[in-house]
């Protein structure tokens, strides 16, 4: 399974299909709807929130998929993911990876995530981890803690990072990160046009993910209505 995945995914598009509770789109049968458009279009995945959506897409498309669980705890700002039971209830759909925030903020329910990650690759060994990270400093972390692979995900999304964006300077960030770890990089986060997807690609990273430009109207609709404001 490990294997199969990187080899489908490999300087190709994965689409992420997610609408939260607050936003229109928000129907596990429309993101399955919308992940069989995706893979019309030749995504070769997609990453997808919460068990309802991943089985629905999994039932629909039939893409290797990384699944997430958003997932607010009062006593932590660690949402995608965030606790051992997450991991474990995404796991058992038969996902080929699991992203997991990796932000190096404190867990819900003060979980260490070296133990969790330990215990998941225990009962689940058949599974990837994706670490999705927003410093220099939690990528090489979630490396050394073995992840499969590391994701750009919350870069501009933590207090850290705040303001911050993976094509800044033409990518600078990117090509530190592809300096200094030893996994393969899922480029992820505001990668908002097909020039920034091919430069993703030109620099190294393994796949892409794009969610926001592509899956989320309501987002791409405020972009056009700002623009003539």
Known sequence: MKNNFFEAVKGKLIISCQALPNEPLHSSFIMARMARAAKMAGAAGIRANSVVDIQAIQDEAGLPMIGIAKTDYPDSDVFITPTLKEMRAVAATGVEVVACQVTGQRRPHDEKLAEIVQQFRTEF???????????????????????????????????????????DHDFEYLKELRSQVTRPIIAEGKIDTPEKLKRCLELGCHAVVVGGAITRPLEIATRFIEAIK
Do not use: K, S
């Open 125 to 167: 060994p058949n599974t990837l981890l994706m670490a999705d990270t927003d410093t220099i400093e939690n990528a090489l972390e979630a490396d050394r803690l073995g992840f499969d692979m590391i994701g750009t995900t919350m870069r501009g999304y933590t207090p850290a990072t705040q303001g911050m964006n993976i094509a």
